[in-house]
């Protein structure tokens, strides 16, 4: 058998192992994944009558537990994203950070697939903190309310090998906040972004 054939064997040989041995890939009861990377929040484009919302792209990474091969739970946290606030159709006036952890349920359609595609739907806790202001807001003092809201996910996982795998996840999350100025109510902005996210992952 020369050196190429032999090669060749072992290389089939692997490979059927692979497709009909995907059992490693399986999640099962007591499993953890991590997942870590970047989600570009994009609120949606009209927030409030006064102001409106940017975009920002930060490092997240969520932890997932299996209770079975398909169902686990979700914890989403990030480094705090920064927004800037503008007037509608005007200069920005002001901008926020927040931190957004998300609690979901999970589920995992082909949990042996080298392809994984899952959803979610879970509660996302909203903190901003951090309101500065500027331009026509300057010296006024801008304070915006946590948010509880729903939060959906829906993401595929694509194994690299036993452990590690790439993902991406789309995410809508329901995030509307009270905003005062000087105390007083000035409106509620609806955030509800579209959240982005590419990750690495490591399932141990
Ligand atoms: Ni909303």
Same mark, same amino acid.
């Given at each position: 058998?020369?050196?190429?054939?032999?090669?060749?064997?072992?290389?089939?040989?692997?490979?059927?192992?692979?497709?009909?041995?995907?059992?490693?890939?399986? /999640?099962?009861?007591?499993?953890?994944?991590?997942?870590?990377?970047? /989600?570009?929040?994009?609120?949606?484009?009209?927030?409030?009558?006064?102001?409106? =919302?940017?975009?920002?792209?930060?490092?997240?990474?969520?932890?997932?537990?299996?209770? +079975?091969?398909?169902?686990?739970? %979700?914890?989403?946290?990030?480094?705090?994203?920064?927004?800037?606030?503008?007037?509608? &159709?005007?200069?920005?006036? $002001?901008?926020?950070? /927040?931190?957004?952890?998300?609690?979901?349920?999970?589920?995992?359609?082909?949990?042996?697939?080298?392809?994984?595609?899952? @959803?979610?739907?879970? =509660? +996302?806790?909203?903190?901003?903190?951090?309101?500065?202001?500027?331009? $026509?807001?300057?010296?006024?003092?801008?304070?915006?309310?946590?948010? @509880?809201?729903? $939060?959906?996910? =829906?993401?595929?996982?694509?194994?690299?090998?036993?452990?590690?795998?790439?993902?991406? =996840?789309?995410?809508?999350?329901?995030?509307?906040?009270?905003?005062?100025?000087?105390?007083? &109510?000035? %409106?509620?902005?609806?955030?509800?972004?579209?959240?982005?996210?590419?990750?690495?992952?490591?399932?141990?």
């Amino acid at each position: 058998m020369t050196n190429a054939r032999s090669l060749a064997l072992a290389i089939a040989c692997s490979a059927g192992a692979a497709l009909a041995a995907p059992a490693a890939l399986a /999640h099962e009861a007591g499993d953890w994944i991590v997942r870590g990377g970047f /989600h570009t929040v994009d609120p949606k484009s009209d927030n409030g009558d006064i102001v409106e =919302v940017d975009s920002d792209t930060m490092f997240t990474f969520d932890v997932t537990y299996f209770f +079975n091969a398909n169902v686990g739970v %979700e914890l989403l946290a990030a480094l705090p994203f920064k927004h800037d606030i503008g007037l509608v &159709d005007g200069p920005t006036v $002001a901008s926020t950070k /927040h931190l957004p952890p998300t609690l979901s349920a999970v589920y995992h359609f082909m949990p042996d697939a080298k392809v994984q595609p899952y @959803v979610g739907a879970g =509660v +996302n806790y909203t903190i901003f903190f951090d309101e500065q202001t500027r331009g $026509a807001l300057d010296g006024t003092n801008l304070s915006l309310d946590n948010s @509880v809201g729903l $939060a959906g996910t =829906v993401g595929v996982d694509i194994a690299l090998d036993e452990r590690w795998f790439l993902n991406a =996840v789309v995410r809508y999350i329901d995030i509307d906040t009270d905003a005062k100025l000087d105390g007083a &109510d000035l %409106e509620t902005v609806s955030i509800d972004p579209w959240a982005f996210g590419l990750n690495v992952g490591y399932k141990f």
